[in-house]
């Protein structure tokens, strides 16, 4: 008697109401809106992100990496 029972508890839950609360539902769409961001930043990466030597190279340069060597 008195013990605290896991069923009676899950029933208790509306689920409705836990999913449409801000305390839910804001987090995990910002965290959704970083995860498909990041994975176009992925998708997209060689296209997009270039090394120092390929952003100098693409403006006619030439990169010497020991230049850089301290």
Known sequence: MGMFKYKEFIAQIK?????????????VLLLSIMIIIEGFHIFNHKQNCKTKAEW????????????EVN
């Open 15 to 27: 689920y409705k109401e836990v999913i449409s609360s801000p305390v839910y539902f804001i987090p």
């Open 56 to 67: 100098m190279e693409q403006s006619g340069m030439t990169y010497d990496r020991e230049s």
